[in-house]
T-cell receptor, first 114, second 116 residues
Framework: AQRVTQPEKLLSVFKGAPVELKCNYSYSGSPELFWYVQYSRQRLQLLLRHISRESIKGFTADLNKGETSFHLKKPFAQEEDSAMYYCALSGVNAGGTSYGKLTFGQGTILTVHP | DTEVTQTPKHLVMGMTNKKSLKCEQHMGHRAMYWYKQKAKKPPELMFVYSYEKLSINESVPSRFSPECPNSSLLNLHLHALQPEDSALYLC???????????????FGPGTRLTVT
């Protein structure tokens, strides 16, 4: 079974402060991890995927297999970062391909105050 | 066209009604998905279609009936729903088929369904 845990339902920071949204996962095989973001009244959109190791809107996330974590970080938060953030996992079989099922964490609402 | 579109945006239906939700994408994606999302909760997978064939059904009640008429369209037929089925219904598509490589999903804006 695959499970994703986001321990913080709500996270508040001030503009310019560093922010870290935590994500831990449970999966017996090799997972693919993603971060999705949902801004107010907008559609759910992909923010990051661990395989590409990219930085989007200043956010980065590193997959730590030892700690089974995929925390999302940004050194200087902006007000426009306020949104709901979901960590998601897709199971990958022994051949390295995806099973096609995306499991989401419960989400963290990030509020960045001016 | 690089978006997933969904119609209608809002739908109110009675428990005896029959209605359909529509999803469309023209990105050439061959995997399409239906999710149900309650307020402040994550999306829950309902169905997965690969090459217009149903590949995953997450034990969804038969009052929800999906249909994939072609590679660009995905429908969700609704009949005899219950008030607890009220939710945001999301459609998504993916450029990679399940079981054929890493993938990411692109979501539509959703249909807000209210069952009275």
């Amino acid at each position: 079974a695959q499970r994703v845990t986001q321990p913080e339902k709500l996270l508040s920071v001030f503009k310019g402060a560093p922010v870290e949204l935590k994500c831990n996962y449970s999966y017996s095989g090799s997972p693919e991890l993603f971060w999705y973001v949902q801004y107010s009244r907008q559609r759910l959109q992909l923010l990051l995927r661990h395989i590409s190791r990219e930085s989007i809107k200043g956010f980065t996330a590193d997959l730590n297999k030892g700690e089974t974590s995929f925390h999302l970080k940004k050194p200087f938060a902006q007000e426009e970062d306020s949104a709901m953030y979901y960590c998601a996992l897709s199971g990958v079989n022994a051949g390295g391909t995806s099973y096609g099922k995306l499991t989401f964490g419960q989400g963290t609402i990030l509020t960045v105050h001016p | 066209d690089t978006e997933v579109t969904q119609t209608p945006k809002h739908l109110v239906m009675g428990m005896t009604n029959k209605k359909s939700l529509k999803c469309e994408q023209h990105m050439g994606h061959r995997a399409m998905y239906w999710y149900k999302q309650k307020a402040k909760k994550p999306p829950e997978l309902m169905f997965v279609y690969s090459y217009e064939k149903l590949s995953i059904n997450e034990s969804v009640p038969s009052r929800f009936s999906p249909e994939c008429p072609n590679s660009s369209l995905l429908n969700l037929h609704l009949h005899a729903l219950q008030p607890e089925d009220s939710a945001l219904y999301l459609c998504a598509s993916s450029p990679t088929l399940p079981g054929q490589g890493t993938y990411e999903q692109y979501f539509g804006p959703g249909t807000r369904l209210t069952v009275t």
